[in-house]
């Protein structure tokens, strides 16, 4: 809200308030009724300062001082902040691409949610970032992840980095299993950021791609 918006309007019921206590006799009565509209303003001003929260289905994480940004190599070995997706609403799912479950299922839900979409597709950035940097190699992403989409873009760092964003993102991460063929138990989970680059949502994966479909269109139109 606007606090001069807000300074202004409130400012002319005390100014009545003295006015009417210069008129002696109904002196109480004018300062309580001049409180009364004083508060009726302050109420007015109050509502319709307060924009009124869009209706998500994913939980809503707005101003969340995690998952604020990442730093990672794209497929095509580009380095990758949030800000190169400006201007698009840009979903973020974190997985490895051996997972046999959760994230194939999960990276073909955003697809469908996006051909839900249309056209406004295109103002939606998708984003795989590996949680197994060891077997998820800049080669491997860059077929595994457009085969979802064309459009989605595979994210990886090395093991470090890997672990930084892990904890800026709050997320589980744990290998099970010896030898090559170990799994991961990991949190499962979108991040969606609006346009302007700010976390917004918090997706659970078996929402479905209507429901985020409809939270893209929301945040597309602004909410
Ligand atoms: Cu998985």
């Known amino acids: 809200m606007n606090p001069y918006a807000a300074g202004r309007v409130g400012s002319p019921p005390a ?12 002196h109480t009565l004018a300062r309580g009724f001049a409180a009364l509209l004083l508060a009726a303003v302050l109420l007015t001003v109050l509502t319709a300062c ?7 289905n994913a939980t809503n994480i707005t101003g969340a001082t995690f998952a604020r940004d990442f730093r990672l190599t ?6 990758r902040t949030l800000a190169d997706y400006r201007g698009k609403a840009v979903l973020v799912f974190f ?23 249309g056209d406004d597709a295109g103002r939606v950035q998708v984003l795989f970032v590996t949680l197994d940097p060891e077997r998820d190699t800049q080669d491997l992403l860059s077929r595994y992840v457009p085969g979802f989409d064309p459009r989605f873009v595979g994210l990886r760092g090395d093991r470090a980095t890997t672990e930084a964003t892990v904890k800026e993102y709050r997320l589980v991460a744990q290998r099970v299993g010896e030898g090559p063929n170990y799994t991961l138990d990991h949190t499962a989970g979108l991040y969606v ?3 302007a680059g700010r976390v917004r949502l918090f997706a659970a994966t078996a929402a479905g791609p209507d429901k985020l479909a409809a939270d893209l269109r929301t945040l597309l139109d602004g909410g």
């Open 95 to 117: 997985g490895y691409t051996f997972c046999p479950d959760v994230c194939p299922t999960t990276m073909g839900e955003v697809s469908a949610a996006l051909k839900r979409l």
């Open 15 to 26: 100014d009545a308030s003295r006015a009417a206590g210069e008129q002696g006799g109904s």
């Open 74 to 79: 794209d497929h095509t070995g580009q380095t």
């Open 50 to 56: 307060a924009p009124q929260p869009a209706a998500f």
């Open 193 to 195: 950021y609006d346009p």
